[in-house]
């Protein structure tokens, strides 16, 4: 069993910053990929970005290219989501999730692929 706790989620203007964290409990951390998803009301739970286990292989939406970085540390069992010139429309409840055994890559952008979820983080961009 993995569990996961986000935090690091709050009220921010129009092109600021937020960095998000996960912390997995679990007696080890050799998942194969690591993932955020976000939701906003009304709509359904979208990818964010995936990370695999060796940090090597990273996968964004388009719409936070360049804007959003995600990284892993091992030793620490953590996963961190670097959100930088945040917008009104990246206002959601972000979710961090994990696939335990190797899949194909592309299979990453799905929510229905990863196995366990964190209860999620409020993000909230004023304008």
């Known amino acids: 069993q993995v569990q996961l706790v986000e935090s690091g989620g709050g009220l921010v203007q129009a092109g600021g910053s937020l960095r998000l964290s996960c912390a997995a409990s679990a007696r080890t951390f050799s998942t194969y990929a690591m993932g955020w998803f976000c939701q906003a009301p009304g709509k359904e739970r979208e990818f964010v970005a995936a990370?695999?286990?060796?940090?090597?292989?990273?996968y964004y939406a388009d719409s936070v290219k360049g804007r959003f970085t995600i990284s892993r540390d091992n030793a620490k069992k953590m996963v961190y989501l670097e959100m930088n010139s945040l917008k009104p429309e990246d206002t959601a409840v972000y979710y961090c999730?994990?696939?335990?055994?190797?899949?194909?890559?592309?299979?990453?952008?799905?929510?229905?692929?990863?196995?366990?979820w964190g209860q999620g983080t409020q993000v909230t961009v004023s304008s």
């Open positions: 999730t994990t696939k335990i055994s190797r899949v194909a890559s592309p299979l990453l952008r799905r929510r229905n692929t990863f196995d366990y």
């Open positions: 990370i695999t286990w060796s940090g090597c292989n990273t």
